[in-house]
């Protein structure tokens, strides 16, 4: 699917992510970020440390799988699978949305799905250059499946 996520889109992205789940927005995670989305070819833990000492910047490979599975969780970077023991990754640049719709109250909730998305990456279509993909999964949510619950209850309650 073509580019059309920006690396600015994708900064801030990971920002989210880190603040959701309350982690600590570090100079190393900074650094390894940066590299990660200035480079449009998959890398691996080597390469991606050679990049980042290139720029004198010293990350231990713990640190860089560390962040590397924050991204991939975050949906910013995905895991290829290429040769065997090596893990290859890159960086996902494609435009696709999920969203979670109730059909009670018409809520509409965005969601993330890295192996979906992963999946959607692989698809191409004949005659037709895809640059977007939108999926809306129907449902109840939460909320709406509490009160439909307890209303069933009532009307149980009433007989
Ligand atoms: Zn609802």
């Not at 690396?7 to 390894?32: G, I, W």
């Not at 991204?71 to 996902?92: C, F, P, Q, T, W």
Request: overall charge positive; charged content about 30%; some cysteine.
């Amino acid at each position: 699917m073509a580019e059309v996520t920006g690396n600015s889109a994708l900064a801030k992205r990971f920002d989210e992510y880190l603040t959701q789940h309350r982690m600590r927005h570090t100079p190393e995670r900074a650094a390894v970020l940066q590299r990660v989305l200035s480079t449009s070819r998959p890398f691996n833990i080597e390469s991606l440390r050679a990049m980042l000492e290139a720029d004198s910047y010293y990350v231990s490979r713990a640190t860089l799988y560390n962040t590397i599975e924050l991204l991939i969780d975050a949906g910013i970077v995905r895991r290829l699978k290429l040769d065997g023991n090596h893990a290859s990754y890159e960086k996902v640049v494609s435009n696709i949305r999920i969203r979670l719709m109730c059909d009670e109250c018409g809520k509409v909730k965005e969601t993330r799905d890295p192996n979906f998305i992963a999946f959607i990456n692989t698809r191409k279509f004949t005659a037709f250059n895809a640059t977007g993909f939108d999926l809306y999964v129907t449902g109840t949510c939460s909320t709406c499946a509490r009160k439909l619950k307890r209303m069933k209850r009532l009307k149980r309650d009433n007989k």
